[in-house]
């Protein structure tokens, strides 16, 4: 079982910036970030293939998110810019035995909020 901890999290105003971080218990393969806003389901954000050669990110944060991997410190991270009020959300990172998916995790973390003021 692989334990998965988030940290980063918390308010910026528009415009600004957050990097979140995940740090794994233990070796990981495909991971990602996915969110969940008020009143919202939980949409995929980005994800990185176990090689980190292939990348997803979902149209609403691309060229404001990078999603980035340290497998000697079992670490993915999501750098957020440009923050807009819509990216408000509990930020989830989840890890998965696939080398590749942006959908089958097996592994969750608790999730951290991200609030963005206007």
């Known amino acids: 079982q692989v334990q998965l901890v988030e940290s980063g999290g918390g308010s910026a105003q528009a415009g600004g910036s957050l990097r979140l971080s995940c740090v794994a218990s233990g ?6 970030w996915l969110r969940q806003g008020p009143g ?4 995929a ?20 998110f990078t ?7 079992n670490t993915v991270f999501l750098e ?10 509990v930020y989830y990172c ?4 696939f080398s590749w998916t942006t959908t089958q995790y097996h592994y969750w973390g608790q999730g951290t909020q991200v609030t963005v003021s206007s």
């Open 27 to 32: 070796r990981t393969y495909s991971m990602g």
């Open 40 to 43: 919202k389901g939980r949409e």
């Open 45 to 64: 954000v980005a994800a990185i293939s176990s090689s980190g050669s292939n990348t997803y990110y979902t149209d609403s944060i691309k060229g404001r």
């Open 67 to 73: 999603i980035s991997r340290d497998d000697a410190k």
């Open 80 to 89: 957020m810019n440009s923050l807009k009020p819509e990216d408000t959300a």
């Open 94 to 97: 989840a890890a998965s035995r």
